[in-house]
């Protein structure tokens, strides 16, 4: 996902999408700030995505969050002023709040400033086991009304796609592999986060069939 402002997709929006007494103009843009954003704060810090609002008011463009303190983050002439000042404006906040965690950890928790270790999962595989086929599954599809649902499958070694339905002869067994990140300077979006090594290599254990280290370090 771009996190850079000048992506930013902005949809329309009418009157029937907020609530008269609610501090948005009746018609607008909607757009998103990623959660990650901005990207040089460490992934554990990040938040969910933010839904924006934009819009005239006052004769000029005004910036607010929908789901949180519903606060104006940027004002300006145009829309694209107002919202780059927000994409500042939460780029501000959000770095001040990734140092306050970070010195929060190591001062009143006793921790590093960031989780040492981090397992990513990067690949997953799910085998679909029937008595006359092994395929490696595709996706679900939903039976009709009062029937089993059918896995779409592909052969081990490929070929066209074909269907096997779900019943108690089939089992799926799911196959995930992944690295494991210990103080190497990666900082993974999507990992599970420990301070300690023991808790980090129990749950690549558990939740990996495969979990390679990641020797950054030693290249
Ligand atoms: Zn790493």
Same mark, same amino acid.
């Given at each position: $996902?771009?996190?850079?402002?000048?992506?930013?997709?902005?949809?329309?929006?009418?009157?029937?999408?907020?609530?008269?007494?609610?501090?948005?103009? /009746?018609? +607008?843009?909607?757009?998103?700030?990623?959660?990650?954003?901005?990207?040089?704060?460490?992934?554990?810090?990040?938040?969910?995505?933010?839904?924006?609002?934009?819009? /005239?008011?006052?004769?000029?463009? &005004?910036?607010?969050?929908?789901?949180?303190?519903? =606060?104006?983050?940027?004002? +300006?002439?145009?829309?694209?002023?107002?919202?780059?000042?927000?994409?500042?404006?939460?780029?501000?906040?959000?770095?001040?709040?990734?140092?306050?965690?970070?010195?929060?950890?190591?001062?009143?928790?006793?921790? &590093?400033?960031?989780?040492?270790?981090?397992?990513?999962?990067? +690949?997953?595989?799910?085998?679909?086991? @029937?008595?006359?086929?092994? +395929?490696?599954?595709?996706?679900?599809?939903?039976?009709?009304?009062?029937?089993?649902?059918?896995?779409?499958?592909?052969?081990?070694?490929?070929?066209?796609?074909?269907?096997? =339905? @779900?019943?108690?002869?089939?089992?799926?067994?799911?196959?995930?592999?992944?690295?494991?990140?210990?103080?190497?300077?990666?900082?993974?979006?999507?990992?599970?986060?420990?301070?300690? &090594?023991?808790?980090?290599?129990?749950?690549?254990?558990?939740? $990996?069939?495969?979990?390679?280290?990641?020797?950054?370090?030693?290249?």
């Amino acid at each position: $996902m771009s996190h850079n402002p000048q992506d930013v997709q902005f949809s329309t929006y009418g009157p029937e999408r907020f609530a008269e007494h609610l501090p948005f103009a /009746r018609r +607008g843009y909607l757009f998103t700030v990623p959660g990650g954003f901005p990207e040089d704060t460490p992934a554990h810090t990040n938040v969910t995505d933010w839904e924006m609002a934009t819009y /005239r008011a006052r004769g000029e463009w &005004e910036v607010r969050d929908i789901n949180g303190e519903r =606060r104006v983050w940027g004002t +300006g002439p145009s829309r694209r002023t107002a919202v780059g000042l927000a994409f500042q404006e939460i780029a501000r906040k959000r770095r001040q709040r990734a140092k306050d965690i970070a010195e929060k950890r190591v001062t009143v928790l006793g921790l &590093e400033p960031v989780p040492p270790y981090a397992v990513e999962v990067t +690949g997953a595989v799910t085998l679909v086991l @029937a008595p006359q086929a092994i +395929g490696v599954l595709r996706l679900i599809q939903p039976g009709d009304y009062g029937q089993n649902a059918e896995y779409r499958v592909v052969d081990v070694d490929g070929g066209d796609p074909y269907d096997i =339905r @779900a019943d108690n002869s089939v089992t799926l067994r799911t196959t995930q592999v992944g690295v494991f990140h210990d103080r190497c300077g990666h900082d993974p979006e999507d990992a599970a986060r420990f301070e300690n &090594e023991t808790d980090a290599v129990a749950y690549a254990l558990q939740s $990996m069939a495969m979990c390679w280290p990641c020797n950054v370090l030693d290249d």
